[in-house]
T-cell receptor, first 114, second 110 residues
Framework: AQSVTQLDSQVPVFEEAPVELRCNYS??????LFWYVQYPNQGLQLLLK??????LVKSINGFEAEFNKSQTSFHLRKPSVHISDTAEYFC????????????FGAGTILRVKS | NAGVTQTPKFRVLKTGQSMTLLCAQD?????MYWYRQDPGMGLRLIHY???????AKGEVPDGYNVSRLKKQNFLLGLESAAPSQTSVYFC?????????FGPGTRLTVT
């Protein structure tokens, strides 16, 4: 069975500082990996995904994540955060088997302070 | 193109009452899912469907039933609501590369 661990439940950071949100997963098979973002009182939006190919994937708003197979990690980074990045971030894994189901981490709340 | 929609947005039930949550998608996706979101637990899969007329249990199926009579709709039913089912419910559908989520239904059971 798969599992996802997000090591920090909350990450406070000042505006324009760099941030890293950590995600580790466990799976015995090849996986797809995702980061979703949830703004207050809204649904989840896909931020970025790793399906295959380059292990470094980037979003249009400056986030990036690197798939590290040996460390089973998919950490999310941004070199300079904005107030508008305040949200909850979820890491998720799919083993690509029947149903293409996702297993989510518990989430990390990113609080950007001015 | 509305994507994934959910009705209702909010609902308050008394213990023992029943209700149905409706999810609709207009992207012609085969796969659809129902999740519940609780603080500190992320999203947990309740039931899912890989096509019209098929359903399967997820991680936390007890107390819920589902039906997929039409490809575009996925219904989640609570036959006898319990306070432990107070949660935010999300529906999603997928093209197999990513899941698209609805806006959620906030359900309170008193």
């Amino acid at each position: 069975a798969q599992s996802v661990t997000q090591l920090d439940s909350q990450v406070p950071v000042f505006e324009e500082a760099p941030v890293e949100l950590r995600c580790n997963y466990s799976s015995s098979v090849s996986v797809y990996l995702f980061w979703y973002v949830q703004y207050p009182n809204q649904g989840l939006q896909l931020l970025l995904k790793y399906l295959s190919g380059s292990t470094l994937v980037k979003s249009i708003n400056g986030f990036e994540a690197e798939f590290n197979k040996s460390q089973t990690s998919f950490h999310l980074r941004k070199p300079s955060v904005h107030i508008s990045d305040t949200a909850e971030y979820f890491c998720a894994v799919s083993d690509r088997e029947y149903g293409n189901k996702l297993v989510f981490g518990a989430g990390t709340i990113l609080r950007v302070k001015s | 193109n509305a994507g994934v929609t959910q009705t209702p947005k909010f609902r308050v039930l008394k213990t023992g009452q029943s209700m149905t949550l409706l999810c609709a998608q207009d992207m012609n996706h085969e796969y659809m899912y129902w999740y519940r979101q609780d603080p500190g637990m992320g999203l947990r899969l309740i039931h899912y469907s890989v096509g019209e007329g098929t359903t399967a249990k997820g991680e936390v199926p007890d107390g819920y039933n589902v039906s997929r009579l039409k490809k575009q709709n996925f219904l989640l039913g609570l036959e006898s609501a319990a306070p432990s089912q107070t949660s935010v419910y999300f529906c999603a559908s997928t093209n197999l590369n990513e899941q698209y989520f609805g806006p959620g239904t906030r359900l309170t059971v008193t």
